[in-house]
């Protein structure tokens, strides 16, 4: 298929990347590190860490890896934190050791927490105190060689770090009671790490950065072997696109989790070659001091998902936000509903600009243009980023044309070498030609650009005829007594499947039958929905995607 993002993005916009330009990406954060050496790295809490400081603690770390807990480059470590100052401290420096990282969401129950330890074979693990706990219980049948645990306060300096500690360990009473015997403090590890030297380690491209598990909110999670090449060249791949703005200096917003693959690779991996400063959000379900730290640091970039775009939205105080800045609004993860789209550009003079992509392709494939007269915001995805192919299939494989709907399919060099001992889930959807099979459906318009029409697992079938859940989905959302919505699929005796609602009120007096009849005026008749269920939440993963499949669950079981 043509290159058709060539004729949408701007003048001089490389074609192809120069993968060979860093070796791996300790490399490349090595470069990065010592080129912004004077500069702002991060903020937390009022804390700023350079690149200079970053680098110092990072390169300790590696250097007590090797050195005293003698791991060897190919081992697994995992990271269990939020975001803190930590994490691009102890992530650097296990890359800089050449060590494998293992992200993992402190939010994981006992049994999915010794799952990922055991089938990632991890030897180590850095957790935040407030999850200790369940290290301790996930962690009692398996050989776990090192646990380091830190505190919230551990890099915020003195005498702001033992005083947040301390109110959270004694006054909110945060952090459970746990007991792991050969438990290190990171301030301990930190100040044995001080006096020592990292020694260099030899990295290919073909070595695995990262484990990153996906999957599991569809069946057991499975990691993603994603290679120091996929993230070098994904890197570089948003670095070309970012290149459409011209920006001296860029501070941005950090709210989306780093152990997540799309605020790693877009957040800290990108603005670490660019030299920002990200305002690291620990808690971004707080709105209200999400809110004051917004108008603290005024930001230049977003990084986002639609439900943190529309919780915002709805959280006083964010309109006095100083917006000037605001260069680009980036949208993953889920489909951004128009609505929100609109409401977010009247409210901060800024659009959001979606991208896509998943964790198997490290993971960004497509975005929209930042300029030019297609960078308003249409409802699709982008164009495929450069060295990037896209191709939309039917069920047998074959290329569809413009307009009709297929799976994804993706090929490039962000694309992962396979799943973590599962050579028959790889298989699944390696395809022997180096395409991978995304399982999101959707098409191509006239231009090249890619539109999204939903996840295959989550069609909805009405007497066999197909119904997306994000089609529905926008439909409702436009309605202003509505703050979400999730649509799922519901078993029907006649049908076989209908359409069921889950909504968040916005108003708290709009009826079923309201909504019901704004559905009929603006959806034809087996998109309608058959039952609207009113909930004062929707389940949601970390990043604050919807889970569907939980809704579905719930209604299997009343059924």
Sequence with gaps: MDKFWLKQYPPGTPAE???????????????????????????????????????????????????????QPGERIAIMLPNLLQYPVLMFGALRAGLTVVNTNPLYTT??????????????????????????????????????????????????????????????????SWSIPHARRLTAVMKEASGLTLTPVDISRDDIAFLQYTGGTTGVAKGAMLTHGNLVANVQQCYAWFKQVELDYVTYVCALPLYHIFSLTTNCLLFTMVGGAGLLITNPRDFAAFVKDLKANPPMFFMGVNTLFNALLNTPGFADVDFRQLAATLGGGMAVQRAVAERWKATTGCKITQGWGLTETSPVSCANPLVGKFAEFNGSVGVPLPSTEVSIRDEQGTEVGIGSSGELCVRGPQVMRGYWQRPAETANVMLPDGWLRTGDIGHFDEHGFVFLEDRKKDMIVVSGFKVYPSEVEDVVARHPGVREVAAVAQPDEHSGEAVALFVVRKDPALTAEELMQHCHQNLTGYKLPKSIHFREELPKTNVGKILRRSLREELERAN
């Design 17 to 71: 990347i120069s993968p060979g330009t860093f070796g791996s990406l300790k490399e490349l954060i090595e470069s990065s590190l010592r080129r912004h050496a004077d500069r702002t790295a991060y903020v937390h809490m009022g804390r700023r860490m350079s690149y200079a400081e970053l680098d110092r603690r990072s390169a300790s770390f590696a250097a007590w890896l090797q050195q005293r807990a003698g791991m």
């Design 111 to 176: 049994p999915e927490l010794e799952h990922q330890l055991r089938d990632s074979g991890a030897s180590a693990i850095v957790v935040l105190e407030n999850f200790a706990a369940t290290v301790q219980r996930a962690t009692a049948s398996l050989p776990m060689r090192h646990v380091i645990v830190t505190g919230v306060g551990d890099l915020l300096g003195f005498p702001k770090g033992p005083l947040v500690n301390f109110a959270l360990r004694h006054v909110q009473k945060r952090v459970p």
